[in-house]
């Protein structure tokens, strides 16, 4: 399927932009978002919405200026007003104790979610796309991971408010954003630090996929459609969670209770599901499989599970109670 295509159809079949939808697209200048940029001002001729193109400068390449510039002449040409915003991720990432990349995304997310909220816009576009779906899953593998992880990225996330985050070509593949970017011959600008092998994310474009594409050059397609799958089972699960939790378990903001013979009236998948979504804090698959086992001792049992919480199991209950400390400086 064309790109033009896959992106009306992933966008219709979700209801991800709908007539009267005020958009900011997040564009680096790079093959992914300025493809993004040029299929959103083609709906944009056949839905009525308002666009804006924000370009964010890191201030960690000197060749940033010079693809803020190329934003600024794509979104001229299109016809699309141009914002440009300057982000301090240095010295974020050395205020914060945080890694460049992790205070670069936090700075672009924050600097949209604010332009959104002056301006009264409702939904912000990223450039995300198939490939990075699968780079995305490929590194929760390795790091280890549940279903969550396996479902990829989202192709919407709420904010918790009526903002949303969108991602229109999360289902077309970068060869097929090549492809399309020569044939409307849009230019566009290269990020050397996407080259830079000390990345993990940067070793799996570069080494990973290719190698499993010699085994099967759908691998990326492949991909998402599995992401896709499990993100759906996953809405399910939770749900059915979220249900069975008011059934099963009261909560406070000190202590929680799980009432043990309703609990297993579940099945496994459930219970573990129930188990996460009572967890007060630090939800890892440790501290679930900490907590299951706990529930299938046959003693009475104390864990601590953090600074803050301690669990003791009771014969028909389970009690989550926080220590008379936490919070206190």
């Known amino acids: ?17 709908l007539p009267g939808d005020r958009l900011i697209a997040a564009v680096s200048g ?15 001729k056949t839905l009525p919405l308002e666009l804006v193109l924000v370009n964010m400068n890191h201030g960690l390449r000197e060749e940033s200026s010079a693809e803020a510039k190329k934003v600024q002449a ?42 959104a909220k002056q301006m009264n816009f409702n939904k912000i576009a990223t450039g995300h796309t198939a490939n990075d779906n699968a780079e995305t899953l490929l590194m929760w593998l390795m790091r280890g991971t549940g279903s969550e992880g396996l479902s990829g990225i989202p192709m919407v996330r709420g904010t918790g ?29 290269i990020d050397s630090s996407n080259l830079k092998l000390d990345f993990t994310r940067n ?19 492949h991909i998402y459609n599995l992401s896709r799958i499990i993100g759906r089972e996953n809405e399910l699960l939770a749900d059915i969670a979220r249900r069975a939790v008011k059934q099963v378990a009261r909560v406070s903001g000190s202590e929680i209770t799980l009432d043990l013979k309703r609990f297993f009236r579940y099945n496994e998948t459930a219970r573990l599901r129930i188990l996460k979504e009572i967890l007060p804090e630090r939800r890892s698959l440790k501290n679930i499989s900490r907590l299951y086992g706990l529930v299938l001792s046959n003693t009475r049992k104390e864990i601590i599970l953090s600074k803050d919480w301690r669990v003791t199991k009771n014969k028909n209950r389970l009690l989550f109670k926080k220590t008379k400390t936490a919070g206190k400086t």
């Not at 940029?37 to 944009?44: I, Q, T, V």
């Open 161 to 189: 408010n009526s903002l949303k985050v969108i991602r229109p070509i999360l289902s077309v593949t970068r060869k097929e954003i090549m492809d399309y970017i020569r044939r409307q011959k849009l230019p566009y600008s």
């Open 1 to 17: 399927m064309e790109t033009w295509e896959k992106f009306k159809s992933l966008v219709n079949e979700n209801r991800l932009i």
């Open 74 to 115: 794509l979104g001229k040409k299109l016809g699309i007003p141009v914002i440009l915003k300057k982000i301090k991720v240095k010295y974020a990432a050395a205020s914060n104790g945080i890694s460049l990349e992790t205070a670069g995304r936090n700075l672009r997310y924050e600097t949209l979610f604010l332009l």
């Open 30 to 44: 790079g093959p992914d978002s300025v493809c993004l940029a040029h299929l959103l001002w083609r709906l944009k």
């Open 203 to 221: 070793r799996i474009r570069h080494k990973v996929i290719p190698l499993l594409e010699t085994f099967n050059p759908k691998l990326v397609e």
